[in-house]
T-cell receptor, first 115, second 112 residues
Framework: DSGVTQTPKHLITATGQRVTLRCSPRSGDLSVYWYQQSLDQGLQFLIQYYNGEERAKGNILERFSAQQFPDLHSELNLSSLELGDSALYFC??????????????FGNGTRLTVT | EDQVTQSPEALRLQEGESSSLNCSYTVSGLRGLFWYRQDPGKGPEFLFTLYSAGEEKEKERLKATLTKKESFLHITAPKPEDSATYLCAVQALQNQGGKLIFGQGTELSVKP
């Protein structure tokens, strides 16, 4: 068990809808990262938050947004969903805002299916 | 552009048959190279971090090595429970934040 908790485990929704994925980082970790994993793309970095502030941004679509709350949990909001958004969404956490000597620890993901 | 390429895409071994997985990387400056194991339906599980050429790390049947352009994950006398996808990732010195850039992974299958 990595200590990173993601909910829900599975999500099935229709095109055009909006969903929210939730992540609780490991105790003591201040950074939260969101990744998307699809069969053809592998693990793609979306965004990083550190202690409530955005630290780094990857190829995140404008339809997607995230935030980190004062209790350090994070939410990833996906809107105007398309079939191509179907993927596994992973959250990871680390103590600092750069890796340093601490690796990222991943949750078990949310599987999103858009029909 | 920073890039990670893993080979082979898939590897089938008999139990006890040792082999190596390759991770080639192109990065502006390497802060660290990371190996993860991923089981189906699960998140990546951290295995090793390597920071400089010549460094080696070992854990049970796994040994990771690093050169200036690539890393190898050597699997000695594998068992069926070693079956998983092995992911390599790099963190670049010039990265904003702590993001990792992942390769596509090597799917390892070990048959008894």
């Amino acid at each position: 068990d990595s200590g990173v908790t993601q909910t829900p485990k599975h999500l099935i929704t229709a095109t055009g809808q909006r969903v929210t994925l939730r992540c609780s980082p490991r105790s003591g970790d201040l950074s939260v990262y969101w990744y998307q994993q699809s069969l053809d793309q592998g693990l793609q970095f979306l965004i990083q938050y550190y202690n409530g502030e955005e630290r780094a941004k990857g190829n995140i679509l404008e339809r997607f947004s995230a935030q980190q709350f004062p209790d350090l949990h994070s939410e990833l909001n996906l809107s105007s969903l398309e079939l191509g958004d179907s993927a596994l969404y992973f959250c990871a956490s680390s103590p600092g805002w750069r890796q340093g000597r601490s690796p990222l620890h991943f949750g078990n993901g949310t599987r999103l299916t858009v029909t | 552009e920073d890039q990670v390429t893993q080979s082979p895409e898939a590897l089938r071994l008999q139990e006890g048959e040792s082999s190596s997985l390759n991770c080639s990387y192109t990065v502006s400056g390497l802060r660290g190279l990371f190996w993860y194991r991923q089981d189906p339906g699960k998140g990546p599980e951290f295995l090793f971090t390597l920071y400089s050429a010549g460094e080696e790390k070992e854990k049970e049947r796994l040994k990771a090595t690093l050169t200036k352009k690539e890393s190898f994950l050597h699997i000695t006398a594998p068992k069926p429970e070693d079956s998983a996808t092995y992911l390599c990732a790099v963190q670049a010195l010039q990265n904003q934040g702590g993001k990792l850039i992942f390769g596509q992974g090597t799917e390892l299958s070990v048959k008894p």
